[in-house]
């Protein structure tokens, strides 16, 4: 199955049609319900092809927004996509509420308006679950050719889990002149090949051009006729970004950040981030208030005071802050110097144990967000000691400070608590895709998972 754009694959464009007619049909179905066959013919509640036009793009632009058309988002399980379904459309709601405040004429009355909303969500669960129930996962995966046998290709090798190769299927690799080695796999091609004629023997949707010196014996030529073919041809360090919601460090190199498309610190995306951080924070601290003032009082009748840690942590392009957490250790906790947190930390208080779990130890950073030191999304912020140290042996550590540290983000979501420098490996690759792809809406979608997590209490320490 051909992937219609490199951005874009084909099922991810056949749910997003199917989920637009679906709730552009709702409108109609709602009016029917609500009617019968006495549906009027004029005011706000007679029937427009317009208006169930605009419930459905708002409705598909709300589902966008929550992750679900996003490939790194796969993974989800039924409750999580159904949370998603319904924030997704809640969004939509939302934003349908300003356009009839702005063009009243697009209204069409309470009733209807509520009924479209729940059997569009009906439509969408049912759509998406029978997806999953009968149609096989092969159907949907790209057909990928490897250019290359080597190092850069044995990356590939280590997207073993099932969820990382969920929306591609390895056909072959194929041996490039300049390989250091060939890696020992039974879908190395040994034999000489024509690129162009393999492509279409097989049927590949993609070419992932993975050599290990592009220096000798590139084929510009053969992979300009399978792009001409229609076969997208993309490089290994995108490949692996795209599929698996990380960089690959090690194999980065400077010029590949210079050219790639993001690590840009646009105007009208801070503005944007700063409204977000400003409102949501203010939103937060106003609910939190309660809940703070309940977890300070029991640091301090089991400990005393202090209540609040306050820690230096490095911000936005390495200038450092004073960070506010709830205290969870005792106070000789780091009496001989900073120490990685561990799992099952003997330094940890009672309270400190809840806390941490409920993660309401991290509710005074709010005050950090508000106070513009902090994003409501971002890398976490480490402490000076540990960047010096990790900068020292981890390429490209620094460029996590491109941004404001956050408090959540892309790598608490999607690796366990980090505890060594291993650990901070692996959490800076996602901390550049972060970076590199970050958006008002890959924020929103970090955010909605975050509230998961917590809600089902997953990776605190």
């Not at 044995?154 to 299927?169: E, N, P, Y």
């Not at 279409?200 to 592009?214: C, F, Q, R, S, T």
């Not at 991290?362 to 010096?388: A, D, H, K, T, W």
């Not at 490996?425 to 792809?437: A, F, H, I, T």
């Amino acid at each position: 199955m051909k992937v219609l754009s490199h951005h874009v694959p084909l099922p991810t464009l056949i749910s997003l049609a199917y989920e637009f007619i679906a709730a552009t049909a709702s409108v109609y179905i709602a009016g029917f319900v609500r009617f019968g066959t006495t549906w009027p013919t004029d005011g706000e509640m007679a029937p427009s092809l317009w208006k169930a036009l605009l419930f459905g793009g708002l409705a598909v632009v709300g589902l966008a927004a929550t992750g679900l058309y996003q490939a790194q988002h796969r993974r989800l399980s039924r409750e999580a996509v159904v949370a998603r379904v319904i924030a997704g459309l809640a969004l939509a709601a939302l934003a349908e509420a300003v356009v009839f405040y702005v063009l009243p004429d697009l209204a069409h009355g309470r009733g209807i308006w509520g009924l479209s909303f729940l059997f569009s969500f009906i439509l969408i669960v049912i759509g998406r679950a029978l997806v999953v129930r009968f149609v096989s996962e092969e159907v949907f995966r790209r057909r990928i050719l490897i250019y290359g046998a080597g190092n850069m290709a044995a990356s590939l090798l280590a997207l073993r889990r099932r969820t990382d190769q969920r929306g591609f299927k390895i056909i072959g690799f194929v041996p490039a002149i300049g390989d250091r080695y060939v890696i020992d796999d039974p879908r190395v091609i040994r034999s000489t090949v024509d690129l162009v004629q393999l492509t279409e023997a097989e049927d590949i949707d993609e070419v992932v051009v993975a050599m290990d010196d592009k220096r000798q014996g590139f084929p510009v030529h053969d992979l300009l006729r399978c792009k001409f073919a229609g076969v997208d041809v993309v490089e290994i360090l995108d490949f692996l970004e795209r599929e698996s919601g990380k960089v690959d460090v090690e194999r980065l190199n400077p010029s590949w950040m210079i050219f790639a498309e993001g690590f840009t610190r646009r105007g009208s995306r801070q503005v944007a981030s700063r409204c977000l951080d400003v409102v949501g924070g203010t939103l937060l601290l106003l609910c939190a208030w309660p809940f703070m003032i309940v977890v300070a009082l029991a640091i301090w009748l089991e400990d005393g005071s202090p209540v609040l840690y306050r820690q230096t942590r490095v911000g936005l392009l390495g200038k450092p802050f004073e960070l506010l957490k709830f205290r969870s250790m005792t106070k000789e906790a780091e009496t001989g110097g900073a120490v990685w947190a561990q799992k099952g930390d003997t330094r940890v208080t009672k309270t400190g144990r809840v806390i941490r779990k409920l993660r309401l130890d991290e509710l005074p950073q709010v005050i950090n967000v508000v106070r513009g030191q902090m994003s409501l999304v971002g890398p976490r912020p480490e402490r000076p000691e540990f960047v010096e140290s990790l900068a020292a042996t981890i390429p490209y550590y620094q460029e996590r400070h491109a941004v404001k540290p956050g408090l959540t983000g892309w790598a608490q979501l999607q690796y366990p608590y980090g505890a060594s420098q291993k650990d901070a490996l692996e959490k800076l690759r996602y901390d550049l895709y972060y970076v590199k792809n970050q958006s008002l809406l890959f924020d929103l979608v970090i955010l909605l998972q975050t509230a998961e997590v917590v809600i089902w209490q997953k990776g605190s320490r």
